[in-house]
């Protein structure tokens, strides 16, 4: 076994790798990026070099450094972790070039699977089942429509190199087409260098059904059971389980076969994953083999027990696997979700800066916490703003999900936006719970899982509740520490000579002012807003959270309180709000129609679609923006005509910064 590695990647993955490393007595040397100084994988690792500058092309996608690292250090071996070289064939042959050991798979099953097209006509050939389509090397665009027009519609258009869910597009219509095709290979080149794409016939309603595999050198090649991956926004993965819900004994061994076959075609070493679509009839078609370690392992671990990190250090080291596939185990049931810092409402934009607060649940044998930073670190705008992963395990499926709506009703994230509250209505959705949710169905629902609205009648006499107590809470304080504590003013109700105590609550929520006219005191209250009316009686805060009957029902909500935030949950989603110390008049989301189009975040222009002097229409694209490995199309948000540009293609833009004006 080795004694010393060296993680070229960062984050969540490399701390993951430098605990299984630690637990095994081998030492860790880390790379990282001048963005990265004071990150954790670099706290945590018994040293660490620095590889250049914050962008991934100056420092983690830099070879040539690490590999100089990994000599000077003496590390017998590099482990890629996930994301940047860790599919990159030039960078293990480089590996391997310099002595040292790549924990993956070789260079020549990586080039296999690294062409999408090339890796179709391979598995064909070796008898696995693939989606029909077109993947030729005339990439001209009069011969990729008349393919299209084949093959039908809907049909998927598919960067040929990489993952991830970038490069990826679905057309229905063949007047479509050429519009995504641009934009699929513009994404595609971007992200991976290479613009070429295939197509394929789109299924209707899929799953997205993953199986682990593991090969070693000494010809072994085995199935660590599978991962259903079919919560997808946009073909990126949301929530993961296993053992699949929709799989039945005999599919899921066909499956499992198929996926043994696959990783023989290409004489597979290491830790991978060969992916499968499978209709509703049961059907199943080959996507692709990713040829590393997936972001998703940890629900295949908590249901065999496995270690795969030790796997592939084992492997990497020349020893057999420990297990044949009749001895792999199969036990209870985990789901994987994760926390990103990026915003649901406003069309999941990632987010960055400082975590003021993040409070996770503390981990036991049903709960698992990875993650990268801790309270007080900084997401970054330049890699991926995954904040932690929550994976839960338990004997079943419904208690599997069970622990994960309580896992998540405990997080709580001060700073950057996170997708808590997406998460929660995930996780409550009939059709999580019913496991009938397909690759297509939360782009076509969206809306059914956004978070919590202001106006949930319950939520908000929920917060009302928590504020008017501590209000009371506070005055009754004050008075008993005052000169006369028994002033009838302490009762804090509102009262006033010659009317009824009112009081004026004014809450902030996503900049938008709520009020509420409030008659009663202790727990006892008439609240009135918009012309709606709710009556809360014997709410009682404790260091439990709040309990009380809105309209006669009894209710209890757990409480957050982070001046001034105050988050109120009912066991399912969460409400947010900021309370505001007094009434102001007037809405704070009153656009000022200016005419400005902004950035959302910092980022790269990457192309711009309209010049001075144009006459735009309300929604149409003037600008495409690339940020945290996404493209944001910034439209106008009225009819107008474009004043000023203040942006050309290739600058990079702070948030906030004024891009376009509209006469």
Known sequence: MFTKILIANRGEIACRVIRTCRRLGIRTVAVYSSADADAQHVRQADEAWPIGGPQPAESYLRGDAIIEVAKATGAQAIHPGYGFLSENADFAEAVEAAGIVFIGPNAASMRKMGSKAGAKELMMAAGVPVVPGYNGQDQSPETLSREAARIGFPLMIKAAHGGGGKGMRVVHRLDDFIGQLESCQREAGNAFGRDRVLLERYVQSPRHIEIQVFGDTHGNIIHLNERECSAQRRYQKVLEESPSPFLSEELRAAMGEAAVQAARAINYVSAGTVEFIVAPSGDFFFMEINTRLQVEH???????????????????????????????????????????????????????????????????????IDSGVVEGDTVTIFYDPMIAK??????????????????LAQCDIVGPKSNIGFLERLASHPAVLEASIDTGYLDRHLDQFMPADAQDPALLAAAAAVALLEQETAALAAAAASADPHSPWAIADGWRLGHAGIRRLAFLHRDREIVLDVHGNRGDYRLETGGAELRIQGARLTAGGLSLRINREARRFGVIRREPRLTVHDGMQRLQLD???????????????DGRVVAPMPGRVVMIKAKAGDTVSSGQE????????????????????????????????EADAVLVILE
Do not use: N
């Open 298 to 368: 940890p629900v295949t671990e908590l249901t065999t027990g496995l270690d795969l990190v030790e796997w592939q250090l084992r492997v990497a080291a020349g020893q057999a696997l420990p297990l044949a596939q009749a001895q792999v185990p199969r036990h209870g049931h985990a789901i994987e979700v994760r926390l990103y810092a990026e915003d649901p409402e406003a069309g999941f934009l990632p987010g960055s800066g400082k975590l003021e607060a993040l409070v996770l649940p503390g981990p036991s044998q049903h709960l698992r």
């Open 579 to 593: 309370i505001v110390a007094a009434y102001r008049p007037g809405d704070s989301s009153e656009s000022a129609g």
């Open 622 to 653: 003037l600008l495409i923006m690339e940020a945290m490995k996404m493209e944001l199309a910034l439209k106008a948000p009225r009819d107008g005509v474009v004043g000023e540009l203040r942006a050309v293609a290739g600058d990079f833009v």
């Open 390 to 407: 929550l994976i839960v395990w338990e004997q079943d499926r419904p208690r599997a999900l069970a622990r994960l709506r309580e896992a």
